[in-house]
């Protein structure tokens, strides 16, 4: 009963207890009033019975709603209601219930905050009957909600522009929403529900939107928590929609928080952006799928966090030009522990098209600015790394076993490893570098050592496209079973080819530097590539040429001066020490063939060499000859050879060759047939070899020179010892040409047939041609010397012997000027003279004259 009927009820009685004598109107005004109240009630009941059969809502009047909103805003404080429409239904059930529209939320400073559409309230029963108004149930539809974070990360309702200081952490909303739950009107508040409520999300730290549609919220109130959960589509401004449902629970004895969170294809950019922790994903383009639960102290403060991520197929690209480091998808198990800022992962794990790769660790938050890291420092043990892809290595592989120690920046994104370790299959290696991300693009710097490891590691290891000439080459060439202190680096920025720098020595190795040569075995030594320039120095290494005996090679050079070109030059510089039979079979391999262009066989001559050859030429399959530039030096000493001049020995203590792409070349004092001489061999190589080479040079002239030639001249000619300059024509398809020219000086000469003498201290003129085959021809001889001048040709006999002389034109003196003719007449005899076609006077013939 309403306590004003029942006031005046009271009064009536308490007016008509003295004043018997009135009784009989007393009565009357009773029954009057019995009657009415009767009446009321009826009418109430059937009012009451209609509604609920009827369900109609009845509109209640404007000074109530009034009266109820300013009721609501004097216990808000700051925060204002505004209400719309307000209609009471009876439901089937008995129960009334509330109907507001268009309520807006909001507080002076920002006006609106939330808008909604309809909120229906069910009363409670028990409360009504005690006089008050109170909801058991709230129902909302389409309501329009505004929450802006705070760069601090707390929350605020408000548009644009609300004061940071009104914005309240999670907790602090909470015991906002409690102190709401605990008014007497919401006291008996069990159960919030609301649907197609539209959320938006101002971020002010990234001036990004997310927008939540036909949201629909559980708000549940049991005696010790407060529970809250959210399912919503989201979109963040671009084509993507994601899947997000949270909840919310608070504990209302300690006043602790759980959160829980659940995505599905969330941009996982946008979960870098709700929580420091998890900032690393911000450098993935990809959507994530996952759970994340948060518990949160009553102080505000985070106190643990757990989650698992499933990443969808995506990239690595901190910065939008960047290029894209692609990945199939990748998947994580992580807890944090917010007093140690540790984030510890129990799976990391990401697949590519290239491989797969698996992981555990940890990683610190570092570097704070207020609750976001500048920087994480983690420590991995790496489980597997698998490649089974194509285009990156040679061959598919897999490592296990591996640490990391790292340093990530995101902005600018830098990645500093620290140290990467490998202990695999008696391998120790250990890496570091930086990896960063620039508006130009990647710039890479990696460098890795081993005190040992197998070659054919090394190369299974080496990228296709980092030096692909210094590592083809090596993978052709160089069989080594160890290299020893290997150094590698790699550097590599977008829009460059990458630059590698590498250093290692090795032993007991095969080292080819030409294709069709014999390896050099037992080798020896070391190698760098460093500013795209790459040498192998050989401390010791031999070649065995067959037969013909073993070079060693110690000292030999092989460098390609600049590994970008396709194809790259290589030179070679070889160094050879043994037999020079052994050195020119070497240098007669393709693609030189020195000695098949110079028409003769690697058997010149005999002689212990020591040599050193310089090759240019393209690093590339079927080289021609022509292609390939070379230059040959070598000593040569104890030097034998009778197939440099045809038939004639040619012996030397020590000579110089020297070969080119034009000719052979051999240098230095020899003797020929026993005969001292000054001899420079050439010979033409290529189209000018048919011509055949020559020999030229200084001899020393006397009669046994004449003798070691075979050239028979009239006996007692010469006597002493001179000096003449030779040419010996060595022709391929003829017998040795030779011409010969001296001063005479330090040669006695004479023809006593002709009474003439030189004296040797006395200079002239001679030259003699002559083709010395089986039996030499000589085919001119001319001699110019005081008292005496003569030209002509000598002729021999089948053995060789002077057989006589025709001399054109021969001057004794001043008694002959003529034609003179000699004659052999056999062995100790002069010859004989027949003088011809010219003038003679005897009177002048010296004494001694023989006729």
Same mark, same amino acid.
């Given at each position: 009963?309403?306590?004003?009927?029942?006031?005046?009820?009271?009064?009536?009685?308490?007016?008509?207890?003295?004043?018997?004598?009135?009784?009989?109107?007393?009565?009357?005004?009773?029954?009057?009033?019995?009657?009415?109240?009767?009446?009321?009630?009826?009418?109430?009941?059937?009012?009451?019975?209609?509604?609920?059969?009827?369900?109609?809502?009845?509109?209640?009047?404007?000074?109530?709603?009034?009266?109820?909103?300013?009721?609501?805003?004097?216990?808000? /404080?700051?925060?204002?209601?505004?209400?719309?429409?307000?209609?009471?239904?009876?439901?089937?059930?008995?129960?009334?219930?509330?109907?507001?529209?268009?309520?807006?939320?909001?507080?002076?400073?920002?006006?609106?905050?939330?808008?909604?559409?309809?909120?229906?309230?069910?009363?409670?029963?028990?409360?009504?009957?005690?006089?008050?108004?109170?909801?058991?149930?709230?129902?909302?539809?389409?309501?329009?909600?505004?929450?802006?974070?705070?760069?601090?990360?707390?929350?605020?309702?408000?548009?644009?522009?609300?004061?940071?200081?009104?914005?309240?952490?999670?907790?602090?909303?909470?015991?906002?929403?409690?102190?709401?739950?605990?008014?007497?009107?919401?006291?008996?508040?069990?159960?919030?529900?609301?649907?197609?409520?539209?959320?938006?999300?101002?971020?002010?730290?990234?001036?990004?939107?997310?927008?939540? =549609?036909?949201?629909?919220?559980?708000?549940?109130?049991?005696?010790?928590?407060?529970?809250?959960?959210?399912?919503?589509?989201?979109?963040?401004?671009?084509?993507?929609?994601?899947?997000?449902?949270?909840?919310?629970?608070?504990?209302?004895?300690?006043?602790?928080?759980?959160?829980?969170?659940?995505?599905?294809?969330?941009?996982?950019?946008?979960?870098?952006?709700?929580?420091?922790?998890?900032?690393?994903?911000?450098?993935?383009?990809?959507?994530?799928? /996952?759970?994340?639960?948060?518990?949160?102290?009553?102080?505000?403060?985070?106190?643990?966090?757990?989650? =698992?991520?499933?990443?969808?197929?995506?990239?690595?690209?901190?910065?939008?030009?960047?290029?894209?480091?692609?990945?199939?998808?990748?998947?994580?198990?992580?807890?944090?522990?917010?007093?140690?800022?540790?984030?510890?992962?129990?799976?990391?794990?990401?697949?590519?098209?290239?491989?797969?790769? @698996?992981?555990?660790?940890?990683?610190?938050?570092?570097?704070?600015?207020?609750?976001?890291?500048?920087?994480?420092?983690?420590?991995?043990?790496?489980?597997?790394?698998?490649?089974?892809?194509?285009?990156?290595?040679?061959?598919?592989?897999?490592?296990?076993?591996?640490?990391?120690?790292?340093?990530?920046?995101?902005?600018?994104?830098?990645?500093?490893? /620290?140290?990467?370790?490998?202990?695999?299959?008696?391998?120790?290696?250990?890496?570091?570098?930086?990896?960063?991300?620039?508006?130009? *693009?990647?710039?890479?710097?990696?460098?890795?050592?081993?005190?040992?490891?197998?070659?054919?590691?090394?190369?299974?290891?080496?990228?296709?496209?980092?030096?692909?000439?210094?590592?083809?080459?090596?993978?052709?060439?160089?069989?080594?079973?160890?290299?020893?202190?290997?150094?590698?680096?790699?550097?590599?920025?977008?829009?460059?080819?990458?630059?590698?720098?590498?250093?290692?020595?090795?032993?007991?190795?095969?080292?080819?530097?030409?294709?069709?040569?014999?390896?050099? @075995?037992?080798?020896?030594?070391?190698?760098?590539?460093?500013?795209?320039?790459?040498?192998?120095?050989?401390?010791?290494?031999?070649?065995?040429?067959?037969?013909?005996?073993?070079?060693?090679?110690?000292?030999?050079?092989?460098?390609?001066?600049?590994?970008?070109?396709?194809?790259?030059?290589?030179?070679?510089?070889?160094?050879?020490?043994?037999?020079?039979?052994?050195?020119?079979?070497?240098?007669?391999?393709?693609?030189?063939?020195?000695?098949?262009?110079?028409?003769?066989?690697?058997?010149?001559?005999?002689?212990?060499?020591?040599?050193?050859?310089?090759?240019?030429?393209?690093?590339?399959?079927?080289?021609?000859?022509?292609?390939?530039?070379?230059?040959?030096?070598?000593?040569?000493?104890?030097?034998?050879?009778?197939?440099?001049?045809?038939?004639?020995?040619?012996?030397?203590?020590?000579?110089?060759?020297?070969?080119?792409?034009?000719?052979?070349?051999?240098?230095?004092?020899?003797?020929?047939?026993?005969?001292?001489?000054?001899?420079?061999?050439?010979?033409?190589?290529?189209?000018?070899?048919?011509?055949?080479?020559?020999?030229?040079?200084?001899?020393?002239?006397?009669?046994?020179?004449?003798?070691?030639?075979?050239?028979?001249?009239?006996?007692?000619?010469?006597?002493?010892? *001179?000096?003449?300059?030779?040419?010996?024509?060595?022709?391929?398809?003829?017998?040795?040409?030779?011409?010969?020219?001296?001063?005479?000086?330090?040669?006695?000469?004479?023809?006593?047939?002709?009474?003439?003498?030189?004296?040797?201290?006395?200079?002239?003129?001679?030259?003699?041609?002559?083709?010395?085959?089986?039996?030499?021809?000589?085919? /001119?001889?001319?001699?110019?010397?005081?008292?005496?001048?003569?030209?002509?040709?000598?002729?021999?006999?089948?053995?060789?012997?002077?057989?006589?002389?025709?001399?054109?034109?021969?001057?004794?003196?001043?008694?002959?000027?003529?034609?003179?003719?000699?004659?052999?007449?056999?062995?100790?005899?002069?010859?004989?003279?027949?003088?011809?076609?010219?003038?003679?006077?005897?009177?002048?013939?010296?004494?001694?004259?023989?006729?």
């Amino acid at each position: 009963m309403d306590k004003n009927v029942e006031a005046d009820v009271d009064e009536t009685v308490a007016d008509a207890g003295p004043a018997k004598a009135a009784r009989p109107r007393v009565r009357r005004r009773e029954i009057g009033f019995s009657t009415m109240a009767s009446l009321t009630l009826s009418a109430a009941i059937f009012t009451f019975l209609f509604l609920m059969l009827s369900g109609r809502a009845v509109p209640i009047p404007e000074v109530i709603r009034d009266r109820i909103e300013a009721t609501v805003n004097a216990r808000l /404080g700051a925060e204002r209601v505004a209400l719309g429409g307000m209609a009471l239904i009876i439901g089937r059930d008995g129960i009334p219930r509330v109907s507001l529209t268009n309520i807006k939320l909001g507080n002076a400073a920002d006006g609106a905050v939330a808008v909604l559409n309809n909120l229906g309230a069910r009363l409670s029963p028990g409360r009504l009957l005690q006089g008050d108004l109170a909801a058991s149930e709230l129902l909302l539809s389409g309501a329009q909600i505004t929450v802006r974070r705070t760069a601090s990360g707390a929350f605020a309702f408000g548009g644009a522009g609300g004061d940071e200081s009104m914005a309240q952490s999670v907790p602090q909303i909470l015991d906002l929403v409690d102190a709401i739950f605990d008014s007497s009107a919401l006291s008996s508040l069990r159960t919030v529900e609301a649907g197609g409520i539209v959320l938006s999300l101002e971020d002010a730290r990234s001036g990004r939107i997310w927008q939540a =549609t036909n949201a629909s919220l559980v708000m549940r109130r049991a005696d010790r928590a407060t529970t809250l959960s959210l399912a919503s589509d989201v979109f963040n401004g671009t084509d993507n929609v994601a899947e997000v449902q949270l909840s919310v629970a608070r504990n209302l004895t300690t006043s602790g928080v759980s959160l829980g969170a659940t995505v599905n294809r969330m941009p996982a950019a946008d979960i870098a952006l709700q929580a420091p922790v998890l900032s690393w994903l911000g450098v993935l383009d990809a959507g994530l799928s /996952g759970s994340v639960r948060a518990e949160i102290g009553a102080d505000g403060r985070l106190t643990s966090l757990a989650g =698992t991520l499933d990443i969808e197929a995506g990239a690595l690209r901190p910065l939008p030009d960047v290029p894209p480091v692609e990945f199939s998808s990748a998947r994580t198990y992580f807890t944090f522990d917010p007093s140690r800022q540790r984030l510890d992962f129990s799976e990391l794990a990401v697949v590519s098209e290239q491989g797969r790769m @698996t992981a555990t660790g940890h990683t610190y938050l570092a570097e704070l600015n207020g609750p976001w890291p500048g920087a994480f420092l983690g420590q991995f043990d790496i489980g597997t790394v698998e490649y089974d892809g194509e285009g990156i290595f040679p061959e598919p592989f897999a490592l296990s076993g591996l640490k990391a120690d790292m340093r990530l920046r995101l902005d600018p994104f830098t990645v500093e490893l /620290g140290q990467i370790a490998v202990d695999q299959d008696e391998a120790r290696i250990r890496a570091s570098g930086r990896i960063t991300a620039e508006a130009d *693009g990647w710039h890479v710097a990696v460098d890795a050592g081993s005190p040992a490891i197998q070659s054919e590691r090394v190369l299974r290891y080496w990228p296709l496209v980092v030096s692909p000439v210094t590592r083809g080459w090596l993978a052709k060439n160089l069989k080594a079973g160890e290299l020893r202190d290997v150094s590698a680096g790699i550097r590599y920025q977008t829009g460059s080819k990458p630059d590698a720098i590498l250093s290692f020595e090795f032993d007991d190795g095969e080292v080819s530097f030409l294709r069709a040569m014999p390896p050099l @075995t037992e080798a020896a030594g070391r190698a760098t590539l460093f500013e795209r320039r790459f040498t192998l120095y050989l401390d010791e290494g031999r070649v065995d040429a067959g037969p013909p005996g073993v070079l060693n090679a110690a000292g030999s050079i092989f460098s390609v001066p600049d590994t970008r070109p396709k194809p790259a030059m290589g030179e070679i510089h070889l160094v050879a020490e043994g037999p020079l039979q052994a050195a020119l079979t070497v240098l007669n391999e393709p693609p030189l063939r020195i000695m098949d262009r110079a028409d003769r066989a690697p058997d010149l001559a005999r002689a212990d060499a020591r040599a050193e050859a310089r090759i240019v030429l393209p690093l590339k399959d079927g080289i021609d000859g022509d292609e390939v530039e070379y230059s040959v030096s070598a000593v040569l000493r104890d030097v034998s050879s009778e197939a440099i001049a045809e038939s004639r020995l040619l012996t030397a203590d020590r000579l110089e060759f020297a070969a080119t792409n034009r000719e052979v070349r051999l240098v230095g004092s020899v003797r020929l047939d026993g005969v001292p001489a000054r001899a420079s061999w050439r010979q033409p190589l290529g189209a000018a070899a048919a011509a055949g080479g020559w020999v030229e040079g200084t001899i020393a002239l006397s009669d046994e020179t004449m003798e070691a030639f075979d050239i028979p001249l009239p006996a007692g000619l010469i006597g002493g010892r *001179g000096t003449g300059r030779y040419r010996l024509d060595l022709p391929g398809d003829g017998p040795p040409q030779l011409r010969l020219t001296s001063d005479l000086t330090g040669m006695a000469l004479a023809l006593d047939a002709l009474g003439w003498r030189k004296a040797a201290g006395t200079a002239g003129e001679f030259v003699l041609t002559a083709e010395l085959g089986e039996i030499p021809v000589v085919e /001119g001889l001319l001699l110019n010397a005081p008292g005496l001048s003569l030209s002509g040709t000598l002729d021999l006999d089948d053995d060789g012997a002077f057989a006589g002389a025709v001399f054109e034109n021969v001057q004794v003196g001043d008694w002959l000027d003529g034609r003179v003719e000699l004659k052999a007449r056999g062995a100790g005899r002069a010859p004989a003279i027949r003088i011809s076609d010219g003038r003679m006077d005897l009177r002048r013939l010296p004494d001694g004259g023989a006729g």
